[in-house]
């Protein structure tokens, strides 16, 4: 049984998991772990149910390793599918209960799909049964139990912030918001320098002789430096070092954005930032298997999206005898333009003034098939054959056009950055925030696709088709 003090460690200890760059709050590793052990558990107790009276079944349990693997595997990619592994996962139970059947659905189908192609590995229909009963019921009682302890107040991240400024206060709304990986008690804010007041004055902390002695006094386990010029004499660094070097986690508030909330903000960091931390793999070995990846998944997705294709394509055709596929420029790998190809969406000549134009909430430029198609993606299945070309990988940032683009390099600083790898079909921003309009929208995109530059692998990029399973599901972000 887990001891109380293991428990701690990994749900309210004050590091992550970091696996290719990419964090990991510890409390979502360990209900993964809970979650395999329930659902290989499962298989075994449901066998022994349905054969409980033969007494030779212990003496074969090597026979269920392949099929309890094959379903453990199948239960999990549903419910990572569907969102029940993201760090700003809803704990509440209508949630879980919703979720919990359409995850089953899915399983169901790839088990079947997996034990047709597997037939050794199949297991009778009884056994099935009892495992899916005996596996529900196992999820639900771990969630329970789990999120009921994570709400304890002794898994709480007890952060203070240094800074009273508009930075200091960005940080607090992310710290205090549904989207971060962990609980955070807001200590309150130790002020610097003459940095405007963004917060109120009521949460200022009077400092005590030195910055440790303060976060001491406060039980703060984590320091976030919320400033925005840190070169000034007020800056304390040697109280900073104090702190980390008698156990206080100090934390930069560029790298907090970057672990709690997968961006890097364009106005809390410094370039040399950019220039000396870690990341931006550009490596041969990268790009090798970043391009077979992207040829393996063209080749698999293209096999089975063909009779969709084939059915979008007449549809398209039928509904007002226009063209069925648009090809648009782009701007793609090292600012260079390109033709982009999809599925036409909108009614013929949908740009007659000549001005591109951004898409928009029921624009009344979209087509009744183009509506279903944009909502279910399906409009983006040509863009495989700019993959097969090597214009495009599967995951990267999306692909604005020259317009546009000209004009935000001038309003967002590091916009170009994106060009420094291949756009892509899917992205870091298509399945975190949904589809932006306006030069907000525009910045608030950079910063999760600045975060997948500087952090991108071949582990983050199968997350992120994952993640974007769920959106073609639910349905999220389309216009």
């Known amino acids: 049984m887990l001891s109380g003090s293991w428990i701690f460690l990994c749900l309210g200890g004050s590091r992550m998991f970091k696996i290719s760059n990419h964090h990991f709050p510890k409390s979502i590793i360990l209900l993964l772990i809970a979650e395999t052990l329930v659902l290989l558990l499962s298989v075994y107790i449901g066998a022994r149910v349905r054969f409980y009276e033969d007494r030779t079944l212990w003496d074969n349990l090597?026979?269920?390793?392949?099929?309890?693997?094959?379903?453990?595997?199948?239960?999990?990619?549903?419910?990572?599918?569907?969102?029940?592994?993201?760090?700003?996962?809803?704990?509440?139970?209508?949630?879980?209960?919703?979720?919990?059947?359409?995850?089953?659905?899915?399983?169901?189908?790839?088990?079947?799909?997996?034990?047709?192609?597997?037939?050794?590995?199949?297991?009778?229909?009884?056994?099935?049964?009892?495992?899916?009963?005996?596996?529900?019921?196992?999820?639900?009682?771990?969630?329970?139990?789990?999120?009921?302890?994570?709400?304890?107040?002794?898994?709480?991240?007890?952060?203070?912030?240094?800074?009273?400024?508009?930075?200091?206060?960005?940080?607090?709304?992310?710290?205090?918001?549904?989207?971060?990986?962990?609980?955070?008690?807001?200590?309150?804010?130790?002020?610097?320098?003459?940095?405007?007041?963004?917060?109120?004055?009521?949460?200022?902390?009077?400092?005590?002789?030195?910055?440790?002695?303060?976060?001491?006094?406060?039980?703060?386990?984590?320091?976030?430096?919320?400033?925005?010029?840190?070169?000034?004499?007020?800056?304390?660094?040697?109280?900073?070092?104090?702190?980390?070097?008698?156990?206080?986690?100090?934390?930069?508030?560029?790298?907090?954005?970057?672990?709690?909330?997968?961006?890097?903000?364009?106005?809390?960091?410094?370039?040399?930032?950019?220039?000396?931390?870690?990341?931006?793999?550009?490596?041969?070995?990268?790009?090798?298997?970043?391009?077979?990846?992207?040829?393996?998944?063209?080749?698999?997705?293209?096999?089975?999206?063909?009779?969709?294709?084939?059915?979008?394509?007449?549809?398209?055709?039928?509904?007002?005898?226009?063209?069925?596929?648009?090809?648009?420029?782009?701007?793609?790998?090292?600012g260079k333009p390109y033709l982009v190809y999809k599925f036409r969406s909108m009614r013929i000549n949908a740009e007659q003034s000549g001005t591109p134009q951004w898409a928009t909430l029921n624009d009344p430029r979209i087509t009744r098939v183009g509506a279903i198609i944009r909502k279910l993606r399906i409009d983006e299945l040509p863009q495989i054959f700019n993959v097969l070309l090597g214009e495009m990988s599967f995951v990267g940032p999306r692909p604005e056009r020259p317009f546009f683009v000209s004009d935000l390099c001038k309003q967002i600083p590091y916009y170009d950055v994106r060009h420094s790898i291949k756009p892509g079909i899917t992205g870091m921003a298509q399945v975190r925030y949904e589809y932006g309009a306006s030069l907000e929208d525009a910045v608030q995109k950079l910063q999760y696709d600045l975060y997948y530059v500087k952090n991108n692998s071949l582990f983050l990029d199968v997350l992120i088709m994952i993640e974007t399973i769920q959106v073609v599901l639910l349905g999220k972000g389309a216009r």
């Open 62 to 334: 090597g026979q269920f390793i392949a099929p309890a693997l094959v379903f453990t595997a199948a239960m999990l990619f549903s419910m990572s599918a569907f969102g029940m592994y993201q760090n700003q996962v809803n704990t509440k139970l209508r949630f879980i209960l919703l979720r919990i059947a359409p995850v089953y659905v899915m399983g169901f189908c790839l088990i079947s799909v997996a034990f047709f192609l597997l037939p050794s590995y199949q297991i009778g229909r009884g056994v099935l049964g009892l495992v899916f009963g005996f596996s529900c019921v196992g999820l639900l009682v771990t969630r329970f139990i789990f999120f009921k302890s994570s709400q304890s107040s002794m898994f709480e991240s007890k952060v203070l912030f240094l800074g009273a400024g508009e930075l200091a206060r960005d940080c607090r709304d992310l710290a205090q918001s549904r989207g971060t990986s962990r609980k955070y008690n807001v200590l309150g804010y130790v002020a610097v320098g003459v940095d405007e007041l963004c917060i109120p004055a009521a949460s200022l902390l009077k400092k005590q002789s030195t910055l440790y002695e303060t976060a001491r006094q406060h039980g703060a386990t984590e320091v976030v430096v919320a400033l925005q010029n840190k070169r000034g004499v007020s800056f304390p660094i040697e109280e900073l070092l104090e702190c980390k070097l008698k156990g206080i986690e100090i934390t930069d508030s560029a790298l907090f954005f970057e672990r709690e909330a997968c961006q890097i903000r364009v106005n809390s960091f410094q370039p040399s930032w950019l220039v000396f931390g870690s990341g931006f793999d550009q490596s041969f070995s990268r790009a090798f298997c970043k391009r077979a990846f992207d040829l393996s998944v063209s080749a698999v997705l293209a096999t089975i999206a063909a009779p969709i294709a084939a059915v979008t394509a007449l549809l398209i055709y039928l509904e007002d005898r226009g063209p069925v596929l648009y090809s648009q420029e782009r701007v793609g790998f090292g």
